[in-house]
């Protein structure tokens, strides 16, 4: 789907009464709308109606396969929207409100759109910890469905000037309350015996698949083939330029984000913390890509821990 052709005036508002209010009339007039959530910054649109979210996948340059996210204030409205079992429940209630995304068998008279779910009969849903996303919740009544808010493929937005740089001019909105905290998308699991057995981890993120795995008893097996579920294409959160992994030093024209003992033009954390590295990954690449050099070279980061969420978001963004 092609992004709009005439560029639109693109408004940044600070968090507060006023911007929800204003993302509110423009959410039920049926435009997306630029907001932080815990993990980064989303494009919400009403997920409940076909002409908005279609300016979605307009806006980003998305392709209609790849199914969506949606936002729900609590357990009590996903219940209404998608089928639940014991597991899915079990999820629900240690790691919600926060950024943990299930897929889950949609009940036969939710309200969601087709697009939504790239015409799937699952659902992919979660209940979002930040006080931007749960505000426009509680202001328009909508589930709103939410990706990244940034050109399809590209380096995901934690930061409202991200968001500005990649859709500028194809939205009219962003609310901006500064840098996300968790700076990855959410994990997500397919847990119900509804739809997969055993339970599936189909993304990673800032929930570790152990938590998962202690909670249910059970190991994740791997994702599969079929998409089903938000950022499953193996080239995505790609910059720009070509990018090396496991770098522990850079050519001439590479711009070298180090990590840990390995230094470099910018660091995901000198002292090798996961956790901050997680945290600035994509506002680093946001930065490599805007720098002088051709090229971007990253130094190996742990696979384990938050270092499995974060190894595969830069294996599918090295993948061209």
Known sequence: MDAPNTPIETRTLPYGSAAIAEAARLILAGEPVAVPTETVYGLAADATDSAAVARIYAAKGRPSFNPLIVHVPNLAT????????????????????????????????????GLVTAGLTTVAIRVPAHRAMQALLTATGKPLAAPSANASGAISPTRAAHVLASLGGRIALIINDGATPAGLESTIILPSRFVSDPPRLLRPGPIEAASVEALLGQPLASAGDTIIAPGQLASHYAPAKPLRLNAV?????????????????????????????????????HRADASAKSRIAIAPVPNEGLGVAINDRLTRAATR
Do not use: M, N, Y
């Open 249 to 285: 030093s850079a050519a001439k024209d590479e711009w070298l984000i180090g990590f840990d003992a390995v230094g470099g033009d910018d660091s995901l954390s000198p002292a090798g913390d996961l956790i901050e590295a997680a945290t600035q990954l994509f506002a680093a690449l």
């Open 78 to 113: 996903a219940e209404t929207l998608a089928i639940f079992d014991s597991a899915a429940r079990a999820l629900a209630a240690a790691f919600w409100p926060g950024p943990l995304t299930l897929v889950l068998p949609l009940r036969p008279d939710s309200p969601i759109a």
